[in-house]
């Protein structure tokens, strides 16, 4: 399930809910996305295949989704986000969404969520910052692991958690 992290969250000077006002209708309109600027979005070369998965449901297409790469230990830091950001402006593309890993599936890799929120703050565009905690945002209870893997998460615009996988359960 997807929670709201908080009421609102500033970029462009503009609370939470009317950012997501500005993705859905200003970006994409009554014409979809076929009448509108070619988004993309940004998410770790290391991310859950689902990314890819749901980009090409929504028409956004595999070109439009960019794999941010990772450092040695498998984790998005912010100039690799800014630097695939930029080049994705200067092709013509208008970014609208970066997702975060919080657990890869393969590492465990957190990205660094506060050098990758500092990147979203800084975007003239409305961009929504998701963290996918499916494997790893069940750290989130615990004091200890959420100031360390989970640092800047309350930043963040939303956040997907399965508990049941840290727990071991099916």
Known sequence: YTL???DALPICGLPREERLELICCQ???????????????????DAHYSY?????????????LV??????????????????MDAAREAGKTPFFVGSTAGTTV???FDDLNEVQDVVDGCVEP????????WGGAALWSKELKDTWLAGVDRADS????????????
């Open 127 to 134: 961009v929504w910052h998701h963290v996918d905690g499916s």
């Open 107 to 109: 590492r465990g890799s």
């Open 27 to 45: 970006l994409g309109g009554q014409r979809g996305a076929a009448g509108g600027p070619a988004l993309c979005a940004f998410v770790s070369a």
């Open 67 to 84: 794999a941010v790469p990772v450092d040695r230990d498998g984790r998005v830091r912010g100039p690799a986000l800014k630097a695939c």
């Open 52 to 64: 890819l998965k749901a980009s090409r449901i929504m028409g956004l297409g595999d070109e439009n």
């Open 159 to 170: 956040l997907a958690v399965n508990p049941h996988k840290l727990l071991n359960a099916a």
């Open 4 to 6: 709201s992290l908080h």
